[in-house]
């Protein structure tokens, strides 16, 4: 009995040796290997607003915090933040809060239910992926928005509300830039821009001349009349439609607009987007519940 007892002694013994000697590796590979974090890391995250919506450029709002406090970003990088918010952090950081140039998506799209042509009825499930599905719609112009507000819905920021022609419209202040618009519009009709763009061309067109027209009222005919009115490399044609060079942005002015046949390029402020058209003016109405069959 007493070797019994002397032998489960004895492997006890061992065992905590052993276990020892594990810690002791441990304990030293952790002082070693251990990585310090700066706490204030953890401060800027909870000042954030917590979309993580990704449009600064960063993994999400702690990503955005960790370059914020390693001096690489200024806290009015985000997008989302307020002046306050942005204020706030700057003086925790005890940095300037710099200023940054907004962006918002905007839509590459004016054929509304006014001046686009409708050449089929769709009958089916209301959203504009399904029914891109089916023939690309039922739209003359293929490459239009189909306006069954796909956008809207999917915006966690309610910056995206839908107009009485069947449009999408941005609100520039709520807009995050998130790219959410941007991926789930079939058409690949959203853009994200600088606020400061001066001008856009809100068409996509596939076609040139009389036959855009046709198809939608406010079509770029690639006539190229703003090009050569505009200031130089400001303006090109690439694919059948005239595309605006944002690093030319500072000689925009209404000279590339004048004389556009159709209206297709604007001229935009710093509000929601706009045409020459006035039902453009129009207030934008809510989206209606969407209901899946």
């Keep these: 009995m007493r070797r019994v007892v002397t032998q ?6 061992i065992m905590a040796g052993v276990g020892l000697v594990f810690a002791i590796f441990i304990a030293l590979a952790y002082l070693k290997l251990r990585v310090w974090e700066d706490p204030r890391i953890d401060a800027v995250a909870a000042m954030l607003p917590g979309a993580n919506c990704g449009a600064c450029g960063y993994p999400g709002c702690r990503g955005f915090a960790e370059k914020a406090v390693a001096g690489e970003v200024k806290p009015a990088g985000c997008n989302v933040l307020n002046d306050d918010g942005a204020a706030a952090i700057a003086a925790y950081l005890g940095v300037d809060k710099g200023e940054a140039n907004k962006r918002v998506a905007r839509l ?3 054929g509304g239910s006014d001046v686009a042509v409708q050449q089929a009825e769709y009958r089916g499930l209301q959203t504009c992926g399904a029914a891109a599905a089916v023939a690309g719609g039922g739209k003359g112009c293929a490459w239009g928005c189909l306006g ?17 022609v069947g449009l999408p419209v941005v609100d520039p202040v709520l807009c995050t830039a998130c790219g959410d618009c941007v991926d789930e519009c079939p058409k690949n009709l959203f853009q994200i821009i600088p606020l400061d763009q001066h001008l856009l061309v809100q068409c996509r067109s596939l076609m040139e001349g009389d036959g855009a027209v046709a198809a939608c009222g406010v079509a770029c005919t690639a006539c190229g009349k703003c090009v050569v009115d505009a200031a130089p490399g400001l303006v090109t044609l690439e694919r059948g439609v005239a595309v605006v060079h944002y690093e030319r942005n500072a000689f925009a002015n209404d000279a590339a607009i004048r004389r556009c046949p159709t209206g297709a390029i604007v001229r935009l402020d710093d509000g929601p987007q706009f045409t020459a058209r006035s039902i453009h003016h129009a207030e934008p109405v809510a989206l209606p519940e969407r209901k899946f069959a």
Excluded: H, K, Q
């Design 8 to 13: 489960m002694l004895g492997s006890i013994e």
């Design 108 to 110: 590459l799209c004016a």
């Design 148 to 164: 069954f507000g796909d956008c809207a819905v999917v915006c966690e920021f309610g910056a995206i509300t839908m107009n009485e």
